[in-house]
C-alpha cells in the first residue's frame, strides 16, 4: 500500500492525561500521532493506510478502556449480578465508526484527521469486519450487547474467537465460491489478549468412580486437553460511560512443541498437538456433513460453554463468595441450543469440581439459566449421536442419562401410562439412531424459555416444544427480536437520523419510541419533500457500491425492491425470481404496460454443503444476465446480486431500499431482524404473515404493508389435506411459462437442465409452498407498483412506518428480559479521572 500523508504532531500537545481521553480534535490528532510512533514504530513518510487505521483505532480503544476500566472496576466493587449471553456467534460489523457515534466524537475525529491530512471515510473504508457469525443470530446477538451497555446493564458476552469466520463470498460464472475470511491477518487493535487467565478443557477418555471423602464421586480422566485463552473486546453503550465485556476464547495446545519429537526427527509430531488443539477454534460453523465436521462443532460448543463457566466461577469466587451462590450472582442466557451443553457442563463442576450434591446443583443450574430457541425446524433442533457424543464427552453422557432418568420418573408420576410422552420428552431420541437432544437439555435446564416474535412463541407451545409447555407452562414467554438504532439508523443512515434530530431533538437514539412523534409530519410536503431526498441520496450512495462490487450499472430513481438474508429455501428467494421472470415476460409482451421501472437486488450466503441454496443464486445471476441485456427491458427492469454481505454492506442497502422483501413461508421463520432494519429506514415490506412480520403489520398499519402469501394455518391445512404443487403449474399459464423458461435452459443457455433439480423440486415437493403462493404474491407486486406510481403517498406511508417502529429496538428487549427473566437492575457508572502515576 502506497505511503499515507500527514500524522505530523498539531503544534500545541494537551495535557499528558487528554492524551489518552479526551475527547477534542487536537488531543485526537496528539493521540494518533503518538501511537503511529510508539506503539506501531512508523513515521509519517512510510505510514500506510493501514498504519494510520490502526493508529486511529488505537486512539479510540485507549478512551473505550477508560470507561471499562471504571465499569469493571465499579462491578466488582458492587459485586454486580451479571448477565452472561452464551453465543456460537457475535457479528458484531466494523466497530471504528460504532465507537465514535457511542463516545459521540465523530465530528471531532473527522476534523482531527483532516488536520493530519488524513480522510475519515477512507480509514472507514479500509477496517476489516469480524465476520464471527452467518446471520440473524449473530447479528442480534451484538444488538443485545449494544443495548446491555447503552442501558448500564452489567453483562458479558461469551463466545468464541474465530481464526477464519463466515467465508468471504465471490461469484464466479454465476456460482457462489466461498473464500476463507482472513479478518486477523493485519491485526485486531480492538481486542486485549488475556493469557494470564486460561482454562483446561478435557475431551475424550473415560469415567471413574468411587468414594472420595465419604461421598460418591465421580473423576474424569480425559485422553486430550486444550488450553482457552481469552480476548477481551470492550463494548461501549451509546451516551453513557458503560463499556461491557465481550469475552471471545481461543483453543490453544498445552505445550506448543514437543522437543523430545522434534529431537528425534518427527518434525510433524513436533507440532501436531498444536495442529489438532488450535482446530477447534479455526472456523466458524465447519461443514458438519462429514463425521469430521460433526465431531469439531461439537467440540467447539463444549470448548466455548466450558470456559465460560469456568471464568463465571473464577470471577464469583475472587471475593469468597460461595459457589452455592453462583445463580444469585449470574443470568446465563443461552442463545439457541449450540452453548445448550453448559448446562451438563455446570453440572459437573459443581458436583464434580466442587463437591455439592446433586439436587442443589441442579437448583442452581435450573435458577442460573434461560434458553431462547431460534428456530421452528425439527431439523434444525440440534441433536448428537450418542457414539460421537460419548466419545467427545463421556462425564456428560453420564450426567445428562442421569438427568433423564430422573425427569422421566417425574413425567411418569405426572402421566402414569403414557408412554408415548415419555418418549417425547425424553433427553434422549429413539426413534432412529440414539442421540442427545439438545433442545430437550435446554427446555429441562432452564428457569425460563422464550420465542422471538409472538407467532413463533405460540408455535413453538403448539409445536417443536408443545410437551414441555404442557409440563411447565409458566416457563414460557415471548421476547421479539429487537435491533440497536445506534447502528441500523443513526449511523447507517446519516442524512435520516439528521432529519429525525432536527425533528424530534436526539432523545430518540436512546428512546425509540419519541419517533412517535414524526407521524404529524407526514403531512408536510417539505418535510416529505426532504424525505424523499435523502432516500434518493441513500439509493445513490448504493448504486455506487453495486457499480464497484458487480459492474452493473443501477439508475436511483428506479424503485429499489431489495431481498437480503442467508439464502434458504424457507426464505424464498427463488419465488422473487419466478416473479421477476414472470415481470420480463409481462414486459416483453406489453411494451407500454404502466409500471415503475424497478431494481431487484439480491444479497445472500449459501451454506458451503446447501446445492439447492447455490443453484438459486445460479438462477438470479442466470436471469440477471437475461434481463440486463435485453434491450426490451432496458430502462424498465433491471436485476443485480450483491456479492459478499455483510453488515459494512448492510448499512448502505438498509438505507437505500424502497420496498423490502419479507416472504419467508408462514410459520418457518422465527423472527427476523432484517425486516425491522429496513422498516426502521423507511422501506415498506411486501410480506408474508411470518415471524416478526405480523407484529410489523399490526404496528405500522395494514396499509402500509403489502401482505401476501398462505398464512401458518393455512400452511398446515393444505399440508395435511395433500399439497399438490403441480396442480398450480397447471392451473396458471404466468407460471407455466416461467417455470419452463427455466427448465429449457433459458438461463443457463451452455447446460440447458442446469436448473432442472430445482423445477423438479418445486413441481414435485415443493416443501416451501412457493407454487402455491405464487399468485398471491404477484398480486402484492402490483399492488406495489401501483403505490409507487404516487411519491406523495409512498411518502406518507414511508414516514408513518419509520414513526410506528419504536417497539422494535433491542432496548425495548433487553428491558423485556430484565425484568421478566434476568432480574437485573442497571448499574450506573460514574466516570473518573484516571489515578496518579497511572
Not at 482446530?279 to 461439537?298: A, C, W
Request: hydrophobic share 40%; with cysteine; glycine share 6%.
Amino acid at each position: 500500500m502506497t505511503a499515507t500523508p500527514g500524522c505530523s504532531p498539531p503544534p500545541a500537545r494537551p495535557p499528558a492525561e487528554q492524551i489518552r481521553t479526551g475527547l477534542t480534535a487536537s488531543a485526537i490528532a496528539t493521540a494518533l500521532c503518538d501511537n503511529l510512533y510508539y506503539l506501531l514504530g512508523r513515521f509519517p513518510a512510510v505510514a500506510t493506510r493501514n498504519d494510520c487505521y490502526m493508529a486511529l483505532a488505537y486512539t479510540v480503544r485507549d478512551r473505550l478502556l477508560h470507561r471499562w476500566l471504571r465499569t469493571a472496576e465499579t462491578y466488582f466493587e458492587r459485586a454486580s449480578r451479571t448477565v452472561c449471553y452464551l453465543s456460537a456467534e457475535f457479528l458484531l460489523g466494523p466497530q471504528l465508526e460504532n465507537n465514535l457515534v457511542n463516545l459521540g466524537i465523530l465530528e471531532a475525529t473527522r476534523e482531527a484527521l483532516a488536520s493530519l491530512q488524513l480522510n475519515l471515510d477512507e480509514l472507514l473504508e479500509h477496517e476489516e469486519e469480524p465476520g464471527l457469525g452467518n446471520g440473524g443470530l449473530g447479528r442480534l446477538a451484538a444488538c443485545y450487547l449494544d443495548s446491555l451497555a447503552t442501558l448500564e446493564i452489567p453483562s458479558i458476552g461469551y463466545g468464541i474467537r474465530y481464526e477464519f469466520g463466515i467465508f468471504d463470498q465471490e461469484i464466479r460464472d454465476g456460482w457462489q465460491v466461498e473464500v476463507a475470511d482472513k479478518w486477523l491477518r493485519l491485526g485486531n487493535p480492538w481486542e486485549i489478549p488475556r493469557p494470564e487467565i486460561a482454562f483446561e478443557v478435557k475431551f475424550g477418555g473415560r469415567t471413574e468412580a468411587g468414594r472420595r471423602d465419604g461421598r460418591y464421586r465421580v473423576q474424569w480422566i480425559p485422553d486430550r486437553v486444550v488450553r482457552g485463552t481469552p480476548f477481551d473486546t470492550p463494548v461501549l453503550g451509546y451516551g453513557v460511560p458503560t463499556a461491557n465485556l465481550l469475552r471471545l476464547w481461543k483453543a490453544e495446545a498445552l505445550e506448543s512443541f514437543d522437543f523430545q519429537a522434534f529431537n528425534t526427527g518427527n518434525y510433524y509430531g513436533a507440532v501436531l498437538d498444536k495442529v489438532v488443539s488450535e482446530n477447534i477454534t479455526k472456523v466458524l460453523y465447519p461443514n458438519d456433513e462429514s463425521p469430521q465436521g460433526k465431531l469439531l462443532r461439537l467440540q467447539q460448543q463444549y470448548f466455548f460453554a466450558s470456559c465460560a463457566l469456568q471464568d463465571m466461577l473464577r470471577i464469583h469466587t475472587q471475593r469468597g463468595a460461595r459457589v452455592d451462590q453462583f445463580d444469585q450472582k449470574y443470568a446465563v442466557q443461552l442463545n439457541d441450543t449450540h452453548p445448550a451443553i453448559a448446562i451438563a457442563e455446570l453440572m459437573r463442576l459443581l458436583v464434580d469440581e466442587h463437591d455439592l450434591d446433586w439436587e442443589p446443583a441442579w437448583g442452581i443450574t435450573q435458577r442460573t439459566f434461560a434458553y431462547t430457541n431460534h428456530t421452528l425446524l425439527p431439523e434444525a433442533l440440534e441433536q448428537w449421536s450418542i457414539p460421537l457424543f460419548g466419545q467427545v464427552l463421556p462425564r456428560h453422557l453420564e450426567i445428562i442419562y442421569e438427568l433423564n432418568h430422573r425427569f422421566l420418573d417425574q413425567v411418569r408420576r405426572r402421566y402414569p401410562g403414557d408412554t408415548d410422552r415419555l418418549r417425547r420428552l425424553s433427553l434422549i431420541d429413539e426413534s432412529g439412531p440414539r442421540a442427545v437432544r439438545m433442545a430437550h437439555l435446554a427446555c429441562l435446564g432452564s428457569h425460563a424459555v422464550n420465542g422471538v416474535a409472538a407467532l413463533h412463541t405460540e408455535l413453538l407451545k403448539q409445536g417443536v416444544l408443545r410437551d414441555f409447555h404442557e409440563l411447565a407452562p409458566g416457563k414460557f414467554s415471548n421476547k421479539t427480536n429487537g435491533v440497536t438504532p445506534r447502528r441500523f439508523l443513526l449511523l447507517s443512515n446519516p442524512g435520516l437520523a439528521g432529519l429525525l434530530t432536527r425533528t424530534l431533538g436526539p432523545g430518540w437514539v436512546r428512546d425509540l419510541d419519541e419517533l412517535r412523534r414524526l407521524e404529524p409530519h407526514a403531512e408536510d410536503p417539505a418535510f416529505r419533500e426532504e424525505w424523499r431526498q435523502i432516500k434518493h441520496q441513500n439509493k445513490v450512495r448504493l448504486a455506487a457500491l453495486l457499480q464497484q462490487r458487480t459492474g452493473v450499472e443501477v439508475d436511483p430513481a428506479t424503485l429499489f425492491d431489495i431481498q437480503v438474508k442467508r439464502l434458504h429455501e424457507y426464505k424464498r428467494q427463488h419465488l422473487n425470481v419466478l416473479h421477476i421472470i414472470t415481470l420480463a415476460n409481462r414486459l416483453r409482451r406489453h411494451p407500454t404496460l404502466a409500471i415503475p421501472a424497478r431494481t431487484f437486488i439480491f444479497g445472500a450466503k449459501a451454506a458451503p454443503g446447501y446445492y439447492l441454496a447455490k443453484l438459486i443464486i445460479r438462477l438470479i445471476h442466470g436471469v440477471a444476465d437475461v434481463v440486463n441485456h435485453d434491450p426490451r427491458l432496458r430502462g424498465r427492469l433491471r436485476v443485480v446480486f450483491l456479492p459478499d454481505f455483510n453488515v459494512k454492506n448492510a448499512q448502505k442497502v438498509y438505507p437505500a431500499a424502497d420496498v423490502s422483501e419479507q416472504i419467508s413461508t408462514a410459520g418457518k421463520e422465527a423472527s427476523g431482524t432484517g425486516n425491522m432494519k429496513f422498516a426502521l429506514n423507511g422501506a415498506l415490506t411486501l410480506g408474508t404473515l411470518d415471524g416478526a412480520n405480523i407484529e410489523i403489520r399490526e404496528r405500522v398499519g395494514p396499509e402500509n404493508f403489502f401482505l401476501c402469501g398462505l398464512s401458518a394455518a393455512e400452511v398446515r391445512e393444505l399440508s395435511a389435506r395433500g399439497y399438490r404443487p403441480l396442480d398450480h403449474y397447471e392451473q396458471n399459464a404466468e407460471l407455466r411459462e416461467t417455470l419452463d423458461q427455466i427448465a429449457s435452459g433459458a438461463f443457463s443457455p451452455g447446460d440447458p437442465r442446469l436448473f432442472q433439480p430445482l423445477v423438479d423440486n418445486l413441481l414435485y415437493h415443493d416443501a416451501y409452498f412457493v407454487l402455491a403462493d405464487f399468485a398471491s404474491y404477484c398480486a402484492a407486486q402490483e399492488r406495489v407498483g401501483a403505490a409507487y406510481r404516487d411519491p406523495e403517498e409512498w411518502t406518507r406511508r414511508s414516514v408513518r412506518t419509520v414513526a410506528r417502529m419504536g417497539y422494535f429496538s433491542s432496548d425495548r428487549s433487553i428491558r423485556e428480559y430484565c425484568a421478566d427473566i434476568w432480574h437485573v437492575n442497571p448499574e450506573p457508572i460514574a466516570l473518573t479521572r484516571i489515578p496518579e502515576g497511572v
